[in-house]
C-alpha cells in the first residue's frame, strides 16, 4: 500500500513539475536550479549537481543563461537592526492630479528614490496609490525628515506611513516545492 501511495505521489510531482515548467517557458532542470539557488544562492554548482543528478557544466550553462533573462540580481539580505538603523516603513504616496505636471513629476520622484540611501524598495502601485516605498532608517526622526523633503519637493497628496516591525517571511518564494 505504502509502494502504490509513493509512486502515486512520485507521478503526481512529476506531473506538477512539467506542467510548471511548461507554463514558464524553463527546463526542468533551470527551475531545479533556481530551486536549489532560492534556498541558498551561495551553494556551490558541484554540491547543486550532486543533489540534482545534473552535471556541473549544464548547470553552468544554464545559470549564464538565467544570468540573462530571469536572475535580476543577487544580494544579500541584510538585519538592519544590528547595522543600526532601527526605523523601517512602507510608505503608500499619491500625487497630487494636476496633469499638466503629473508625468514630470512623478519621473523626478522615482530618480528622487532611486538616489535616495534610505530607501530600499520602490513599487508602482494601484487602487488609489502611486507607489510604495519601503524606507530604511536609524530613527524615527530620520524618517519623518524624508518624508517632509518629499512633501515639500513633490507635492504629495496623501501619504500613508506602516512601520515595519518583524519580518515573519522575507524572500522565501519557492520556485517549484520539491525540485531539487
Same mark, same amino acid.
Given at each position: 500500500? %505504502?509502494?502504490? $501511495?509513493?509512486?502515486?505521489? *512520485?507521478?503526481? &510531482?512529476?506531473? %506538477?513539475?512539467?506542467?510548471? /515548467?511548461?507554463?514558464?517557458?524553463?527546463?526542468?532542470?533551470?527551475?531545479?536550479?533556481?530551486?536549489?539557488?532560492?534556498? &541558498?544562492?551561495?551553494?556551490? #554548482?558541484?554540491?547543486?549537481?550532486?543533489?540534482?543528478? %545534473?552535471? =556541473?557544466?549544464? #548547470?553552468?550553462?544554464?545559470?549564464? *543563461?538565467?544570468?540573462?533573462?530571469?536572475?535580476?540580481?543577487?544580494? =544579500?539580505?541584510?538585519?538592519?537592526?544590528?547595522?543600526?538603523?532601527?526605523?523601517?516603513?512602507? =510608505?503608500?504616496?499619491? #500625487?497630487?492630479?494636476?496633469? /499638466?505636471?503629473?508625468?514630470?513629476?512623478?519621473?523626478?520622484?522615482?530618480?528622487? #528614490?532611486?538616489?535616495?540611501?534610505?530607501?530600499?524598495? %520602490?513599487?508602482?502601485? &494601484? &487602487?488609489?496609490? @502611486?507607489? $510604495?516605498?519601503?524606507?530604511?532608517?536609524?530613527?524615527?526622526?530620520?524618517?519623518?525628515?524624508?518624508?517632509?523633503?518629499?512633501?515639500?519637493?513633490?507635492?504629495?497628496?496623501?501619504?500613508?506611513?506602516?512601520?515595519?516591525?518583524? @519580518?515573519?517571511?522575507? *524572500?522565501?518564494?519557492?520556485?517549484?516545492?520539491?525540485?531539487?
Amino acid at each position: 500500500m %505504502i509502494q502504490k $501511495i509513493n509512486s502515486s505521489y *512520485e507521478l503526481n &510531482n512529476n506531473f %506538477i513539475k512539467q506542467d510548471l /515548467a511548461s507554463k514558464t517557458n524553463l527546463s526542468i532542470k533551470s527551475l531545479k536550479l533556481l530551486s536549489s539557488l532560492r534556498e &541558498n544562492s551561495r551553494e556551490k #554548482l558541484t554540491s547543486i549537481s550532486k543533489t540534482t543528478n %545534473i552535471p =556541473v557544466s549544464t #548547470l553552468f550553462d544554464i545559470l549564464k *543563461e538565467l544570468q540573462h533573462s530571469t536572475i535580476t540580481k543577487s544580494t =544579500v539580505l541584510l538585519n538592519f537592526s544590528k547595522l543600526g538603523y532601527h526605523t523601517r516603513a512602507q =510608505v503608500f504616496i499619491k #500625487l497630487k492630479n494636476d496633469s /499638466a505636471t503629473n508625468t514630470n513629476n512623478r519621473d523626478e520622484l522615482v530618480q528622487h #528614490l532611486n538616489c535616495n540611501h534610505s530607501v530600499n524598495n %520602490i513599487y508602482k502601485i &494601484n &487602487n488609489g496609490w @502611486d507607489f $510604495i516605498i519601503e524606507t530604511v532608517h536609524k530613527n524615527i526622526r530620520e524618517l519623518d525628515e524624508c518624508l517632509d523633503n518629499l512633501n515639500k519637493r513633490f507635492g504629495i497628496q496623501k501619504q500613508e506611513i506602516h512601520y515595519l516591525i518583524d @519580518d515573519i517571511k522575507r *524572500e522565501g518564494f519557492s520556485v517549484g516545492a520539491n525540485f531539487a
